[in-house]
């Protein structure tokens, strides 16, 4: 006799089912330790470790580079750079 397996809740993660974790821990891009952490602090759901994952990453962002003191000048000056795109101006019609 076989039993029918029960679907699974869709919006909660079951932390015995090795599929459900290996696919969550593979989009989210987590290892098993971060994992593990985030659903104790969390719960099991998984919006809620969505957004903790995403939390945990803005932190981790590096510093962005320094801006060289000349681009601070031509931009003070009002001097056109390379780096800002001339846009035509549209013609009057």
């Not at 989009?27 to 809620?48: C, F, M, P, Q, W």
């Not at 001097?79 to 013609?91: F, G, L, W």
Request: proline share 11%; aromatic share 0%; charged share 30%.
């Amino acid at each position: 006799m076989h039993r029918k397996k029960s679907q699974p809740i869709r919006n909660k993660l079951d932390l015995t089912d090795k599929t459900q974790v290996r696919l969550l821990k593979k989009r989210l891009g987590l290892s098993e330790t971060e994992l593990t952490r985030i659903v104790d602090k969390t719960g099991n759901s998984i919006a809620a470790i969505a957004k903790e994952a995403a939390l945990q990453r803005a932190k981790e962002l590096p510093e962005p580079a320094p801006v060289p003191p000349a681009v601070i000048a031509a931009v003070a000056l009002g001097e056109p750079s390379v780096t800002e795109p001339q846009v035509p101006a549209k013609p009057a019609s």
